[in-house]
């Protein structure tokens, strides 16, 4: 049967952690795993969970605005006129779900939160494998010698990711353009109330 392979595998970090046995200072594998896998397992959860969010909430609207549609036009079939006020409900209860999942996941921002925390996630975790592998900036040293190295590499991406987190979450969602009236439209298509539109010369102020 097949087995679907997993982003990260913390059973499998911790035993890399206990297999690096050059340490000077036992610290330095506590800290590996209390600061940097931490924060690998932090973020993976957190990009899953808000992942789960945003597919379920645009999921929401999507149908339900493939939905709204076809309970209108139902309501207005004569077989179904005994269903009307059921169909009506329905088109009410549709439209607020529709509402209400919009403005949650544009309040939140779950879309982004998803793919900046899997970004974080992956950007840690890989800085961690090269420190492993004792590859990039950590070539030809010992993992006792590169730690100092890796350990302030870590601190750079942790900062740089609670910035960059701060402002998705403090980034003002898009405000939905109020609608139009139309019982005052004008046939053609002016959208001023009382059937008459003013020309733009007439709404621009003379000039003196």
């Known amino acids: 049967m097949y087995e679907k392979?997993?982003?990260?595998?913390?059973?499998q970090l911790r035993e890399l952690i206990k297999g690096l046995g050059d340490f000077t200072h036992?610290?330095?594998?506590?800290?590996?795993?209390?600061?940097?896998l931490n924060y690998v397992q932090?973020?993976?959860?957190?990009?899953?969970?808000?992942?789960?969010?945003?597919?379920?909430?645009?999921?929401?609207?999507v149908i339900g605005s493939a939905l709204l549609?076809?309970?209108?036009?139902l309501q207005q079939l004569?077989?179904?006129?005994?269903?009307?006020?059921?169909?009506?409900?329905?088109?009410?209860?549709?439209?607020?779900?529709?509402?209400?999942?919009?403005?949650?996941?544009?309040?939140f921002n779950f879309g982004e939160v998803w793919r900046h925390k899997r970004d974080a996630a992956e950007l840690i975790k890989s800085e961690g494998f090269r420190f492993f592998q004792?590859?990039?900036?950590?070539?030809?040293a010992t993992h006792a010698a590169a730690y100092p190295k890796f350990a302030e590499n870590v601190e750079k991406l942790i900062?740089?990711?609670?910035?960059?987190?701060?402002?998705?979450v403090a980034e003002p969602s898009p405000v939905p353009p109020a609608p139009q009236s139309l019982a005052g439209a004008a046939p053609g298509g002016t959208g001023t109330?009382?059937?008459t539109a003013n020309s733009p010369d007439e709404e621009r102020p003379p000039v003196r």
Do not use: M
């Open 193 to 195: 109330v009382g059937g």
């Open 159 to 168: 900062r740089q990711e609670i910035k960059e987190y701060v402002a998705i």
């Open 69 to 73: 549609p076809a309970l209108v036009s």
């Open 134 to 140: 004792l590859i990039g900036p950590y070539a030809g």
């Open 5 to 11: 392979p997993k982003l990260i595998d913390i059973i």
């Open 78 to 107: 004569q077989a179904l006129e005994h269903q009307k006020t059921a169909l009506a409900v329905a088109s009410i209860v549709v439209s607020l779900l529709v509402a209400i999942a919009g403005a949650i996941e544009g309040l």
């Open 26 to 36: 036992p610290q330095h594998r506590e800290c590996l795993n209390a600061r940097w």
């Open 42 to 61: 932090w973020w993976d959860s957190r990009a899953a969970a808000a992942k789960w969010k945003y597919f379920s909430l645009r999921s929401t609207v």
